[in-house]
């Protein structure tokens, strides 16, 4: 369940800018807010990718589900970057990417599934090493 809420999250707060400016004429500081918001989605659910190979296995159908959400939400932050470095910069006050990053991360589902993934990610790590290690000995 922490995988589409985070995606959502994800998608929530990039196209927040958009909305907000209801039709207006976007600038820099809209483009760049929404790539934050994207980006940070796409990067925690890449992170999630290799804590659920450490729980269950890289065939879980998670796996596959936080993949395809993190190369959309991606594909969106690219875009949004592009056009964020595209857009001239205006005298008025500038949004910037952090504006997207942090409402995001420090969302309660966002931190539980970093917390699981960095589990899963060290569960990960450390059975391989013991697993190399024990063959090693014989």
Known sequence: MLIPTTALNGFVVGYFPM???MGAAYNRGDYSVAAGGY???AVVLLIAIA???GFHGPRHPATR?????AFVLGLFAAVFALKAVREPADGGQILQVQEGIFPVLFTPW???LLIASLIGTYKLCTSRRHSGSASSTR
């Open 65 to 69: 589900t936080a993949a395809a959400l």
């Open 51 to 53: 804590g659920i190979r």
């Open 39 to 41: 980006g940070t989605g």
């Open 110 to 112: 966002t931190l539980a």
């Open 19 to 21: 909305w907000l400016s």
